[in-house]
Protein backbone atom coordinates (compact mmCIF):
# COMPACT_ATOMS: atom_id res chain seq x y z
CA UNK A 1 0.00 0.00 0.00
CA UNK A 2 1.07 3.29 -0.80
CA UNK A 3 1.55 6.60 1.67
CA UNK A 4 -0.99 8.14 -0.06
CA UNK A 5 -3.13 5.03 0.12
CA UNK A 6 -2.44 4.56 3.72
CA UNK A 7 -3.77 8.12 4.17
CA UNK A 8 -7.22 8.03 3.15
CA UNK A 9 -7.47 4.81 5.52
CA UNK A 10 -6.73 7.25 8.52
CA UNK A 11 -9.19 8.52 10.80
CA UNK A 12 -10.45 12.54 10.03
CA UNK A 13 -9.03 13.51 13.82
CA UNK A 14 -5.81 11.86 13.05
CA UNK A 15 -5.52 13.46 9.36
CA UNK A 16 -6.98 16.49 11.30
CA UNK A 17 -3.81 16.18 14.38
CA UNK A 18 -0.94 15.32 11.71
CA UNK A 19 -2.53 18.22 9.33
CA UNK A 20 -1.61 20.78 12.95
CA UNK A 21 1.70 19.10 13.74
CA UNK A 22 2.41 19.91 10.01
CA UNK A 23 3.07 16.01 9.15
CA UNK A 24 1.25 16.07 6.20
CA UNK A 25 0.07 18.74 4.27
CA UNK A 26 -3.91 19.14 3.64
CA UNK A 27 -2.91 19.18 -0.08
CA UNK A 28 -1.53 15.34 0.16
CA UNK A 29 -4.36 14.05 2.20
CA UNK A 30 -6.83 15.76 -0.11
CA UNK A 31 -4.94 14.68 -3.51
CA UNK A 32 -4.95 11.31 -1.65
CA UNK A 33 -8.46 11.56 -1.52
CA UNK A 34 -9.12 12.55 -4.94
CA UNK A 35 -6.74 9.75 -6.31
CA UNK A 36 -8.80 7.35 -4.54
CA UNK A 37 -11.92 8.90 -6.16
CA UNK A 38 -10.47 8.78 -9.15
CA UNK A 39 -9.40 4.92 -8.50
CA UNK A 40 -12.73 3.45 -7.29
CA UNK A 41 -15.60 5.91 -8.32
CA UNK A 42 -16.10 4.40 -11.97
CA UNK A 43 -17.03 1.35 -10.01
CA UNK A 44 -18.78 2.72 -6.87
CA UNK A 45 -20.34 5.62 -8.28
CA UNK A 46 -20.57 7.44 -4.70
CA UNK A 47 -20.10 10.90 -6.44
CA UNK A 48 -22.41 13.10 -8.77
CA UNK A 49 -19.67 16.51 -9.18
CA UNK A 50 -15.98 16.20 -8.19
CA UNK A 51 -14.93 19.96 -7.16
CA UNK A 52 -11.40 18.97 -8.07
CA UNK A 53 -9.76 22.02 -8.52
CA UNK A 54 -11.62 24.23 -5.68
CA UNK A 55 -10.70 21.65 -3.11
CA UNK A 56 -7.15 21.48 -3.58
CA UNK A 57 -6.87 25.23 -4.06
CA UNK A 58 -8.96 24.93 -0.39
CA UNK A 59 -6.75 22.88 1.17
CA UNK A 60 -3.83 24.87 -0.59
CA UNK A 61 -5.25 27.73 1.66
CA UNK A 62 -5.69 26.00 4.63
CA UNK A 63 -2.02 24.73 4.62
CA UNK A 64 -0.62 28.33 4.32
CA UNK A 65 -3.30 30.01 7.19
CA UNK A 66 -1.47 27.10 9.68
CA UNK A 67 2.44 27.82 8.61
CA UNK A 68 1.24 31.72 8.70
CA UNK A 69 0.89 30.33 12.78
CA UNK A 70 -2.93 30.52 12.37
CA UNK A 71 -4.84 28.18 14.93
CA UNK A 72 -7.70 26.38 13.64
CA UNK A 73 -10.26 23.71 14.37
CA UNK A 74 -9.49 19.77 14.64
CA UNK A 75 -11.13 19.00 11.16
CA UNK A 76 -9.30 21.62 9.61
CA UNK A 77 -7.91 20.89 6.17
CA UNK A 78 -10.15 17.50 6.52
CA UNK A 79 -11.93 16.27 3.51
CA UNK A 80 -15.27 15.82 3.10
CA UNK A 81 -17.86 14.82 0.87
CA UNK A 82 -21.50 16.50 0.85
CA UNK A 83 -24.62 14.81 -0.17
CA UNK A 84 -25.75 16.59 -3.22
CA UNK A 85 -29.11 18.05 -1.52
CA UNK A 86 -27.34 20.72 0.29
CA UNK A 87 -26.95 24.38 -1.79
CA UNK A 88 -22.85 24.88 -2.18
CA UNK A 89 -22.51 27.92 -4.41
CA UNK A 90 -20.10 27.29 -7.60
CA UNK A 91 -21.27 23.82 -7.95
CA UNK A 92 -24.37 21.71 -9.13
CA UNK A 93 -26.94 20.59 -6.83
CA UNK A 94 -29.44 18.54 -8.37
CA UNK A 95 -30.93 16.73 -5.67
CA UNK A 96 -30.29 13.83 -8.20
CA UNK A 97 -32.63 14.87 -10.53
CA UNK A 98 -32.86 15.43 -14.22
CA UNK A 99 -35.39 18.81 -13.02
CA UNK A 100 -32.09 20.38 -11.10
CA UNK A 101 -29.58 19.07 -13.94
CA UNK A 102 -26.87 21.65 -13.97
CA UNK A 103 -28.16 24.06 -11.59
CA UNK A 104 -26.46 26.09 -9.24
CA UNK A 105 -27.69 27.67 -6.05
CA UNK A 106 -27.23 31.24 -5.54
CA UNK A 107 -26.16 30.27 -1.66
CA UNK A 108 -24.33 28.10 0.87
CA UNK A 109 -26.54 25.91 2.70
CA UNK A 110 -25.83 26.50 6.56
CA UNK A 111 -24.27 23.08 7.22
CA UNK A 112 -21.77 23.96 3.64
CA UNK A 113 -21.13 27.20 5.34
CA UNK A 114 -19.85 25.65 8.36
CA UNK A 115 -17.55 23.13 7.07
CA UNK A 116 -16.15 26.06 5.11
CA UNK A 117 -16.19 27.87 8.19
CA UNK A 118 -14.29 25.49 9.97
CA UNK A 119 -11.77 24.89 7.26
CA UNK A 120 -12.75 20.89 5.95
CA UNK A 121 -12.18 20.93 2.30
CA UNK A 122 -14.96 20.23 -0.01
CA UNK A 123 -14.43 17.18 -2.15
CA UNK A 124 -17.90 17.16 -4.05
CA UNK A 125 -21.48 15.74 -4.17
CA UNK A 126 -22.22 12.29 -3.66
CA UNK A 127 -25.13 10.31 -5.06
CA UNK A 128 -28.68 9.75 -3.67
CA UNK A 129 -32.18 8.35 -4.46
CA UNK A 130 -33.84 11.39 -6.20
CA UNK A 131 -34.96 14.40 -4.05
CA UNK A 132 -34.02 11.45 -0.83
CA UNK A 133 -36.73 9.33 -1.93
CA UNK A 134 -35.73 5.95 -1.22
CA UNK A 135 -34.09 3.43 0.41
CA UNK A 136 -31.19 1.97 -2.17
CA UNK A 137 -29.94 5.00 -3.97
CA UNK A 138 -31.31 3.24 -6.84
CA UNK A 139 -33.57 5.97 -7.61
CA UNK A 140 -30.93 8.30 -8.60
CA UNK A 141 -31.54 9.79 -12.45
CA UNK A 142 -28.02 9.56 -12.91
CA UNK A 143 -27.49 6.17 -11.85
CA UNK A 144 -27.15 3.93 -8.79
CA UNK A 145 -24.61 3.99 -6.23
CA UNK A 146 -22.82 0.55 -5.64
CA UNK A 147 -21.59 -1.13 -1.81
CA UNK A 148 -17.99 -0.93 -1.57
CA UNK A 149 -18.45 -4.40 0.44
CA UNK A 150 -19.85 -6.62 -2.55
CA UNK A 151 -20.01 -4.31 -5.53
CA UNK A 152 -23.36 -6.31 -6.56
CA UNK A 153 -25.49 -5.00 -3.57
CA UNK A 154 -26.78 -1.56 -2.79
CA UNK A 155 -25.12 0.89 -0.35
CA UNK A 156 -28.86 1.46 1.29
CA UNK A 157 -30.61 4.96 0.62
CA UNK A 158 -31.06 7.30 0.02
CA UNK A 159 -27.84 8.63 1.21
CA UNK A 160 -25.97 5.94 0.00
CA UNK A 161 -23.27 8.12 -1.99
CA UNK A 162 -22.24 9.56 1.10
CA UNK A 163 -22.02 5.94 2.91
CA UNK A 164 -20.01 4.42 0.29
CA UNK A 165 -17.79 7.40 -0.08
CA UNK A 166 -16.93 6.44 3.52
CA UNK A 167 -16.47 2.55 2.87
CA UNK A 168 -14.49 3.04 0.08
CA UNK A 169 -12.06 5.40 1.56
CA UNK A 170 -12.78 8.20 -0.92
CA UNK A 171 -13.88 10.00 2.50
CA UNK A 172 -12.66 10.40 6.01
CA UNK A 173 -15.77 12.44 6.42
CA UNK A 174 -19.56 12.87 4.98
CA UNK A 175 -22.44 14.64 5.20
CA UNK A 176 -26.08 13.42 4.92
CA UNK A 177 -29.79 14.12 5.52
CA UNK A 178 -32.18 11.47 7.44
CA UNK A 179 -35.94 11.79 7.26
CA UNK A 180 -36.98 8.44 7.45
CA UNK A 181 -32.95 6.08 7.77
CA UNK A 182 -31.19 7.81 5.09
CA UNK A 183 -28.49 8.43 7.33
CA UNK A 184 -28.74 5.43 9.69
CA UNK A 185 -29.65 2.72 6.96
CA UNK A 186 -26.67 3.53 4.57
CA UNK A 187 -24.20 3.35 7.46
CA UNK A 188 -25.62 0.01 8.73
CA UNK A 189 -25.09 -1.78 5.17
CA UNK A 190 -21.66 -0.41 4.42
CA UNK A 191 -20.51 -0.98 7.82
CA UNK A 192 -19.93 2.90 8.81
CA UNK A 193 -21.04 5.61 11.67
CA UNK A 194 -24.35 7.51 10.81
CA UNK A 195 -25.98 9.82 13.33
CA UNK A 196 -29.73 11.54 12.78
CA UNK A 197 -28.98 14.43 15.34
CA UNK A 198 -32.01 15.42 17.43
CA UNK A 199 -34.49 17.33 14.86
CA UNK A 200 -34.04 20.88 15.07
CA UNK A 201 -30.01 20.36 16.60
CA UNK A 202 -28.49 20.77 12.80
CA UNK A 203 -30.08 24.16 10.69
CA UNK A 204 -32.15 22.58 7.40
CA UNK A 205 -31.71 26.20 5.64
CA UNK A 206 -30.69 25.49 2.53
CA UNK A 207 -31.41 21.65 2.10
CA UNK A 208 -33.51 20.98 -0.58
CA UNK A 209 -36.09 19.92 1.22
CA UNK A 210 -38.31 16.24 1.09
CA UNK A 211 -40.58 16.30 4.61
CA UNK A 212 -39.90 19.63 6.71
CA UNK A 213 -41.25 18.00 9.57
CA UNK A 214 -38.87 14.73 9.52
CA UNK A 215 -35.56 16.06 7.57
CA UNK A 216 -32.57 16.42 9.66
CA UNK A 217 -28.91 16.86 8.14
CA UNK A 218 -26.31 14.81 10.39
CA UNK A 219 -22.42 13.49 9.98
CA UNK A 220 -21.11 10.46 8.58
CA UNK A 221 -17.71 8.81 9.44
CA UNK A 222 -15.78 5.41 9.86
CA UNK A 223 -15.20 6.29 13.31
CA UNK A 224 -17.80 7.71 16.22
CA UNK A 225 -15.89 10.17 17.51
CA UNK A 226 -15.23 11.26 13.86
CA UNK A 227 -18.92 11.84 13.91
CA UNK A 228 -18.94 13.96 16.54
CA UNK A 229 -16.56 16.05 15.44
CA UNK A 230 -18.07 16.46 12.39
CA UNK A 231 -21.24 17.06 14.34
CA UNK A 232 -19.75 19.57 16.78
CA UNK A 233 -19.23 21.89 13.05
CA UNK A 234 -22.59 21.50 11.86
CA UNK A 235 -24.61 22.10 14.84
CA UNK A 236 -25.96 24.73 16.38
CA UNK A 237 -28.82 27.57 16.31
CA UNK A 238 -29.84 29.36 13.31
CA UNK A 239 -32.32 32.15 13.15
CA UNK A 240 -33.06 31.29 9.50
CA UNK A 241 -34.13 27.56 10.28
CA UNK A 242 -37.70 28.34 12.17
CA UNK A 243 -37.57 24.69 13.35
CA UNK A 244 -33.66 25.28 14.89
CA UNK A 245 -33.29 24.82 18.85
CA UNK A 246 -31.86 27.71 20.38
CA UNK A 247 -30.31 25.78 23.76
CA UNK A 248 -27.13 24.35 24.54
CA UNK A 249 -26.36 21.05 22.66
CA UNK A 250 -24.67 18.03 24.66
CA UNK A 251 -20.70 17.30 24.59
CA UNK A 252 -20.71 14.57 21.97
CA UNK A 253 -17.29 14.56 21.65
CA UNK A 254 -16.27 13.54 25.38
CA UNK A 255 -19.01 11.32 24.81
CA UNK A 256 -17.69 9.84 22.43
CA UNK A 257 -14.27 9.48 23.95
CA UNK A 258 -15.50 8.02 27.35
CA UNK A 259 -17.15 4.94 25.63
CA UNK A 260 -18.00 3.60 29.06
CA UNK A 261 -21.34 2.37 29.21
CA UNK A 262 -21.51 1.03 32.89
CA UNK A 263 -24.30 1.82 34.72
CA UNK A 264 -26.26 2.62 31.84
CA UNK A 265 -29.50 1.12 31.52
CA UNK A 266 -30.31 0.04 27.65
CA UNK A 267 -33.23 -1.16 26.46
CA UNK A 268 -34.00 -3.52 23.62
CA UNK A 269 -37.12 -3.29 21.87
CA UNK A 270 -39.49 -5.70 21.92
CA UNK A 271 -41.10 -4.96 18.45
CA UNK A 272 -38.16 -4.16 16.24
CA UNK A 273 -37.40 -8.16 15.89
CA UNK A 274 -38.31 -11.57 15.11
CA UNK A 275 -39.99 -12.33 11.90
CA UNK A 276 -39.01 -11.17 8.64
CA UNK A 277 -35.79 -10.18 10.53
CA UNK A 278 -32.62 -12.10 8.98
CA UNK A 279 -31.25 -14.52 11.55
CA UNK A 280 -27.69 -13.56 10.71
CA UNK A 281 -28.53 -9.57 11.76
CA UNK A 282 -30.32 -11.12 14.79
CA UNK A 283 -27.26 -13.04 15.65
CA UNK A 284 -24.82 -9.78 15.46
CA UNK A 285 -27.60 -7.60 17.56
CA UNK A 286 -27.59 -10.15 20.36
CA UNK A 287 -24.15 -10.30 20.28
CA UNK A 288 -23.61 -6.60 20.56
CA UNK A 289 -26.16 -6.29 23.22
CA UNK A 290 -23.91 -8.91 25.37
CA UNK A 291 -21.20 -7.21 24.43
CA UNK A 292 -22.61 -4.05 26.09
CA UNK A 293 -23.98 -5.75 29.11
CA UNK A 294 -20.78 -7.59 29.43
CA UNK A 295 -19.13 -3.90 30.17
CA UNK A 296 -21.37 -2.96 32.93
CA UNK A 297 -24.92 -2.06 30.76
CA UNK A 298 -28.07 -3.04 32.38
CA UNK A 299 -30.22 -4.62 29.87
CA UNK A 300 -34.29 -4.55 29.97
CA UNK A 301 -36.39 -5.40 26.95
CA UNK A 302 -39.20 -2.82 26.39
CA UNK A 303 -42.28 -2.77 24.97
CA UNK A 304 -43.12 0.47 22.66
CA UNK A 305 -46.81 -1.18 21.41
CA UNK A 306 -46.77 1.88 19.02
CA UNK A 307 -44.23 1.47 16.97
CA UNK A 308 -45.75 -1.21 13.92
CA UNK A 309 -47.99 1.97 12.74
CA UNK A 310 -45.27 4.05 12.14
CA UNK A 311 -44.06 2.74 8.41
CA UNK A 312 -47.66 3.19 7.43
CA UNK A 313 -48.22 6.68 9.41
CA UNK A 314 -44.64 8.10 7.83
CA UNK A 315 -45.59 7.02 3.98
CA UNK A 316 -48.65 9.46 4.62
CA UNK A 317 -46.82 12.16 6.58
CA UNK A 318 -43.53 12.29 3.84
CA UNK A 319 -45.49 11.71 0.91
CA UNK A 320 -47.67 14.55 1.81
CA UNK A 321 -45.05 17.13 2.68
CA UNK A 322 -43.32 16.38 -0.17
CA UNK A 323 -46.00 17.23 -2.39
CA UNK A 324 -46.36 20.25 -1.28
CA UNK A 325 -42.27 21.23 -1.03
CA UNK A 326 -41.80 19.72 -4.56
CA UNK A 327 -44.88 22.16 -5.68
CA UNK A 328 -42.02 24.89 -6.64
CA UNK A 329 -40.60 22.70 -9.17
CA UNK A 330 -42.34 24.37 -11.46
CA UNK A 331 -40.65 25.32 -14.88
CA UNK A 332 -41.21 28.85 -13.78
CA UNK A 333 -38.39 29.96 -11.27
CA UNK A 334 -35.42 27.71 -12.14
CA UNK A 335 -34.74 24.30 -12.80
CA UNK A 336 -35.75 22.30 -16.05
CA UNK A 337 -37.99 24.04 -18.89
CA UNK A 338 -39.35 21.85 -21.34
CA UNK A 339 -41.91 22.24 -24.25
CA UNK A 340 -42.14 26.54 -24.05
CA UNK A 341 -42.33 26.87 -27.31
CA UNK A 342 -44.21 30.29 -27.50
CA UNK A 343 -47.58 28.35 -27.96
CA UNK A 344 -48.01 26.21 -24.94
CA UNK A 345 -49.31 27.67 -21.45
CA UNK A 346 -47.92 27.94 -18.30
CA UNK A 347 -49.63 25.17 -17.25
CA UNK A 348 -48.65 22.49 -20.15
CA UNK A 349 -45.30 23.62 -19.78
CA UNK A 350 -45.04 22.54 -16.04
CA UNK A 351 -46.66 19.49 -16.95
CA UNK A 352 -44.61 18.85 -19.74
CA UNK A 353 -41.39 19.71 -17.14
CA UNK A 354 -42.35 17.42 -14.40
CA UNK A 355 -43.04 14.72 -16.59
CA UNK A 356 -39.72 14.69 -17.51
CA UNK A 357 -38.04 15.70 -14.39
CA UNK A 358 -38.95 13.81 -11.94
CA UNK A 359 -38.53 10.25 -12.02
CA UNK A 360 -41.04 6.96 -10.76
CA UNK A 361 -40.64 7.28 -7.52
CA UNK A 362 -41.26 10.60 -6.93
CA UNK A 363 -44.43 11.12 -9.30
CA UNK A 364 -45.55 8.27 -6.97
CA UNK A 365 -44.74 10.00 -4.08
CA UNK A 366 -46.32 13.41 -5.27
CA UNK A 367 -49.42 11.58 -6.63
CA UNK A 368 -49.84 9.77 -2.89
CA UNK A 369 -49.18 13.06 -0.96
CA UNK A 370 -51.75 14.92 -2.74
CA UNK A 371 -54.30 12.77 -2.59
CA UNK A 372 -54.01 12.02 0.99
CA UNK A 373 -54.15 15.98 1.52
CA UNK A 374 -56.97 16.04 -0.50
CA UNK A 375 -60.64 17.48 0.70
CA UNK A 376 -62.03 14.36 1.86
CA UNK A 377 -59.57 12.35 2.52
CA UNK A 378 -57.53 14.88 4.96
CA UNK A 379 -58.51 13.36 8.09
CA UNK A 380 -58.75 10.26 7.41
CA UNK A 381 -55.41 9.73 6.21
CA UNK A 382 -52.86 12.57 6.93
CA UNK A 383 -54.88 13.46 10.22
CA UNK A 384 -55.01 9.85 11.59
CA UNK A 385 -50.80 9.68 10.74
CA UNK A 386 -50.43 12.53 12.97
CA UNK A 387 -52.34 11.00 15.66
CA UNK A 388 -50.42 7.68 15.08
CA UNK A 389 -46.76 10.22 14.98
CA UNK A 390 -48.42 10.90 18.83
CA UNK A 391 -48.74 7.59 20.18
CA UNK A 392 -45.54 6.78 18.98
CA UNK A 393 -43.88 9.90 20.76
CA UNK A 394 -45.52 8.87 24.24
CA UNK A 395 -43.99 5.03 23.64
CA UNK A 396 -40.82 6.83 23.55
CA UNK A 397 -41.52 8.60 26.43
CA UNK A 398 -42.55 5.49 28.57
CA UNK A 399 -39.60 4.18 27.42
CA UNK A 400 -37.14 6.52 27.84
CA UNK A 401 -38.88 6.45 31.69
CA UNK A 402 -37.65 2.86 32.23
CA UNK A 403 -34.03 3.33 30.25
CA UNK A 404 -31.15 5.86 29.02
CA UNK A 405 -31.34 4.67 25.46
CA UNK A 406 -33.22 2.13 23.29
CA UNK A 407 -31.42 -0.05 20.77
CA UNK A 408 -32.28 -1.99 17.83
CA UNK A 409 -31.18 -3.28 14.24
CA UNK A 410 -30.61 -0.53 12.33
CA UNK A 411 -31.92 -2.42 9.63
CA UNK A 412 -34.00 -6.00 9.20
CA UNK A 413 -31.40 -7.25 6.62
CA UNK A 414 -27.91 -6.77 5.13
CA UNK A 415 -27.23 -5.20 1.68
CA UNK A 416 -29.91 -6.48 -0.87
CA UNK A 417 -28.81 -6.91 -4.63
CA UNK A 418 -29.27 -4.65 -7.14
CA UNK A 419 -32.66 -4.70 -8.78
CA UNK A 420 -33.73 -6.86 -6.54
CA UNK A 421 -36.45 -5.15 -4.57
CA UNK A 422 -37.49 -2.69 -7.80
CA UNK A 423 -40.95 -4.23 -8.09
CA UNK A 424 -41.41 -5.04 -4.46
CA UNK A 425 -42.15 -1.40 -3.03
CA UNK A 426 -43.25 -2.96 -0.01
CA UNK A 427 -40.12 -4.79 0.75
CA UNK A 428 -37.86 -1.56 -0.21
CA UNK A 429 -39.94 0.56 1.97
CA UNK A 430 -39.54 -2.07 4.92
CA UNK A 431 -35.77 -1.79 4.85
CA UNK A 432 -36.58 1.48 6.82
CA UNK A 433 -38.91 -0.50 9.79
CA UNK A 434 -36.58 0.03 12.27
CA UNK A 435 -35.18 3.53 11.32
CA UNK A 436 -38.54 5.78 10.97
CA UNK A 437 -40.09 5.75 14.87
CA UNK A 438 -37.02 7.72 15.73
CA UNK A 439 -37.60 10.18 12.89
CA UNK A 440 -41.45 10.59 13.56
CA UNK A 441 -40.44 11.19 17.19
CA UNK A 442 -37.32 13.78 16.45
CA UNK A 443 -35.24 12.38 18.82
CA UNK A 444 -31.17 11.03 18.37
CA UNK A 445 -30.19 8.28 16.87
CA UNK A 446 -27.65 6.74 15.12
CA UNK A 447 -26.19 3.03 13.64
CA UNK A 448 -23.00 1.95 14.28
CA UNK A 449 -21.08 -1.45 13.33
CA UNK A 450 -21.93 -4.36 14.81
CA UNK A 451 -20.28 -7.23 12.88
CA UNK A 452 -20.51 -9.15 9.89
CA UNK A 453 -23.45 -11.41 8.73
CA UNK A 454 -22.10 -15.55 9.07
CA UNK A 455 -23.84 -16.06 6.07
CA UNK A 456 -23.20 -13.52 3.19
CA UNK A 457 -20.24 -11.38 5.59
CA UNK A 458 -22.12 -7.84 4.80
CA UNK A 459 -21.94 -5.38 7.71
CA UNK A 460 -24.70 -5.34 10.45
CA UNK A 461 -25.56 -2.22 11.96
CA UNK A 462 -26.61 -1.69 15.54
CA UNK A 463 -28.68 1.31 16.07
CA UNK A 464 -28.63 3.10 19.51
CA UNK A 465 -31.65 5.83 20.25
CA UNK A 466 -31.55 8.44 22.54
CA UNK A 467 -34.03 10.69 24.40
CA UNK A 468 -33.98 14.79 22.46
CA UNK A 469 -30.81 16.64 23.11
CA UNK A 470 -29.57 13.67 24.40
CA UNK A 471 -27.12 13.23 21.16
CA UNK A 472 -24.11 12.58 23.99
CA UNK A 473 -25.86 8.70 24.84
CA UNK A 474 -25.78 7.75 21.49
CA UNK A 475 -22.28 8.52 20.85
CA UNK A 476 -21.15 7.18 23.89
CA UNK A 477 -23.24 3.49 23.48
CA UNK A 478 -21.80 3.43 20.05
CA UNK A 479 -18.09 4.70 21.35
CA UNK A 480 -18.46 1.83 23.47
CA UNK A 481 -19.78 -0.84 21.25
CA UNK A 482 -16.84 0.31 18.75
CA UNK A 483 -14.74 -0.54 21.49
CA UNK A 484 -15.43 -3.51 22.40
CA UNK A 485 -15.42 -4.81 18.59
CA UNK A 486 -11.77 -3.64 18.63
CA UNK A 487 -9.97 -6.01 15.89
CA UNK A 488 -12.72 -7.93 15.19
CA UNK A 489 -13.84 -5.72 12.96
CA UNK A 490 -12.23 -6.28 9.90
CA UNK A 491 -10.36 -3.34 7.53
CA UNK A 492 -10.21 -5.29 3.89
CA UNK A 493 -9.39 -3.36 1.08
CA UNK A 494 -12.31 -2.03 -0.51
Not at 45 to 69: P, Q, S
Request: some cysteine.
Amino acid sequence: MSADQALTRLPAATLGAMIARGDVSSEEVTRACLDKIAEADPVIHAFLYVDAERALATARGIDDRRRAGEQLGPLAGVPVAVKDVFNYMGAPTTAASKILEGWHPPYNAAVTQRLIDAGLVVLGKTNLDEFAMGSSTENSAYGPTRNPWDTSCVPGGSGGGSAAALAAFEAPLAIGSDTGGSIRQPAALTGTVGIKPTYGSVSRYGLIALASSLDQPGPCARTVLDAALLYRVIAGHDPRDSTSIDADLPDVVTAARAGDVSGMRIGVVRELGGEGYDPGVEQRFDEAVQRLAGAGAEIIEVSCPHFPLALGAYYLIMPSEASSNLARFDAMRYGLRVGDDGTNSAEQVMRATRGAGFGAEVKRRILLGTYALSAGYYDAYYGSAQKARTLIIRDFDAAFAQVDVLVSPTTPSTAFKLGERTEDLMALYKADLCTIPSSMAGNASGSFPAGLAPADGLPVGLQVMAPPLRDDLVYRVGSALESLLGAQWPKEDR
